[in-house]
């Protein structure tokens, strides 16, 4: 059974950090890229953060280049996103996403997502 389980989110003030977490299970991590996505209120679903399948190429949403990394453990089926100097446009139920293409056949598994909330 596929699972992708995010964890770390929460209240943060304005300039603060976060570090959110993937835990992937049931699929073969190393196969997949790994990506972050967001949504805000109101808003559509955002492209954050990719890597690829052995992270030696990311590739980030302008919004939040400089600030936020996005770097795997395949060893441990994670995937990490470090988010600094947040902001309150920030706010967003963050989703980790694992995909594939393969011989022009996508693949996607989903989480659940975490909220990150940037308020003071």
């Known amino acids: 059974q596929v699972q992708l389980v995010e964890s770390g989110g929460g209240l943060v003030q304005p300039g603060g950090s976060l570090m959110l977490s993937c835990t992937a299970s049931?699929?073969?991590?190393?196969?997949?890229?790994m990506q972050w996505h967001r949504q805000a209120p109101g808003k559509e679903r955002e492209l954050v953060a990719t890597?690829?399948?052995?992270?030696?190429?990311?590739d980030y949403v302008d919004s939040v280049k400089g600030r936020f990394t996005i770097f795997r453990e395949n060893g441990k089926n994670s995937v990490f996103l470090q988010m600094n100097s947040l902001q309150p446009e920030d706010t967003a139920v963050y989703y980790c996403?694992?995909?594939?293409?393969?011989?022009?056949?996508?693949?996607?598994?989903w989480g659940k997502g975490t909220l990150v909330t940037v308020s003071s």
């Open positions: 996403c694992a995909a594939k293409l393969n011989a022009g056949v996508r693949t996607d598994y």
């Open positions: 890597i690829n399948n052995i992270g030696l190429h990311t």
């Open positions: 049931g699929f073969v991590f190393s196969d997949f890229a």
